[in-house]
């Protein structure tokens, strides 16, 4: 945006702005001609900054994934592998949970089956996903190597759990309860204590 001129740059923070009511209010089902309308802009306009839903989305979620990105890297720099892997995991199902539509654009991007931190889980480098992979893959690779997760997780495992737990509890009175509640069931199994 470095070179645009100065009303393409405040469309841009205009049309950002108004996305991330939309988005809050709606989820991922915002509707883009809405955004344009409310924005004061034509759907061209929005189209031209954003030029797919998915584009859109992961600019309203740009700010939540730099700060799970942050979490990763500080937990990285911690001593229990399995237990950094898990707490950043539960930031992730926060996150996912509290910011309407975020699970579903998640939902956008393609598997692999890629070996944790070998191949970025969405095709675009800069996606929500591909982003995220970055930053916590080294928290997975470490939890493998030490054998405190199960060999063959990848981080698309990690995502579809976290996106599916998202998705399940959004339309609960306390999705955050009830999200930290499946949350630990996946990480803790079905089985009782010894």
Known sequence: ??????????NYSRILAVAEAEVAQHGAAASLEQVARTAGVGSATVRRH?????????AVFQERVQT????ADELGRTGDSRAALLDWLRAFVEYAVSARGFADALTYEPPTDAPAGDAP?????HSCGA????AAAPLLRRA????????????HD????????????????????????????????????P
């Open 131 to 134: 982003v995220l992979e970055g």
């Open 1 to 10: 945006m470095t070179g645009q001129r100065a009303d393409a740059r405040r």
């Open 121 to 125: 889980v969405g095709d675009a480098p």
């Open 50 to 58: 954003f030029p797919t839903r998915q584009a859109l989305l992961e």
């Open 144 to 155: 493998l190597d030490d054998g405190t997760v199960r060999p063959g997780v990848t981080f």
């Open 158 to 193: 990690l995502i579809t759990l976290v996106v599916g737990i998202a998705l399940a509890t959004e339309h609960h009175t306390e999705p955050s309860v009830q999200a930290d509640r499946l949350f630990t069931l996946a990480v803790e199994g079905l089985s009782p204590s």
């Open 68 to 71: 799970l990105c942050g979490r």
